[in-house]
């Protein structure tokens, strides 16, 4: 009976490690447990709101980012769209006195930077890590410009909706990124333009073969970054209460390794949403988490990126023991 239950064990062991969404999934109910254990706070209602309100921006770039990532490339710049987003739509508010002509110029601005690096990419063959840091620097810079470095304040009545509102004790962030992923999944898996994104990570020749336009689908797939790169900022403009040049920085690293921990490829060509939306979550719980049981600041940042190597070796390991059988 032992040799029948130790056998089960594996078997269910050796699925969990199979399946990167579902291991993420388990690794995050365990840390939730650990912290839990530690601090009788963490599972309060008000502190699982509060990561799942934590996570929306990360989450929100990272549903771009995975479009990207399955392509083959990289975005370095949503953190500075993230700034630039939010500081132009405060500006917009403060001198029209519109939430929605805020709301509006922030996807559009989002928008129009997807596009530029679709076509520095696509037209221009820049590669992605180059093309994004530029773009990175340029917005951060625009965004200092514009405000001269000094937080813009001013916004429209009903700014805070998105950021901090509930919708039945449901935060509209949360609600905000459900349906977001919602639509992400559908575009991935049941349209033409998704289908081409794994092709293009995949084999960009073949898909070139094929008769796939690969400059109109990175174009397409950068504008998807962009506009969640908006959306993202948008909801940090209305969850903080300003448009601040200097927000989002490091907000990309973060959004990467949701991506990655959520099981998509840096090489390309494999992907879930869901995952990253799990990896968010989880790099949200981890950092509120070690904030409960009061972990030192500093130690956090290790703590993390220790954590985000760990899962990312065991993924390796995982793909190997695949290849191999």
Known sequence: MMTIGNNN???????????????????????????GLFSPHFFTISNLTAITIQASVIAMLAAGQTFVIISGGIGLDAGSVVALTSVVSAMVMASTDSVFSGIGVGLLLGCCIGTINGIVIGYLKLPPFVATLGMMQIARGIALIITGGIPVYQLAKGSDFLGQSKFLGIPISTITVFFLYVF??????????????????????????????????????????????????????????????????????????SVVL?????????????????????IATMRNGLNVINVDAYWQQVTIGAIIILTVYLDRIRNSTNSIS
Do not use: H
Not at 262 to 282: D, E, P
């Open 9 to 35: 064990v594996f078997k269910y062991g050796k699925k969990i490690l199979n399946n990167q969404i579902l291991f993420i999934f388990v690794l995050l109910l365990l840390m939730c447990i650990i912290f």
């Open 184 to 257: 992400c999944f559908f575009i991935l898996i049941k349209t033409k333009r998704g289908r081409y994104t794994y092709a293009i990570g995949s084999n960009t020749e073949a898909s070139f073969l094929s008769g796939i336009d690969i400059k109109k689908q990175l174009i397409f797939i950068y504008i998807v970054a962009g506009i969640t790169a908006g959306l993202a900022g948008l909801t940090e403009l209305s969850r903080i209460g300003s448009g601040q040049p200097g927000s989002g920085n490091g907000y990309e690293l973060d959004a990467i390794a």
């Open 262 to 282: 959520g099981g998509t490829s840096m090489s390309g060509g494999v992907g879930n949403v869901w995952g990253s939306l799990i990896g968010a979550l989880l």
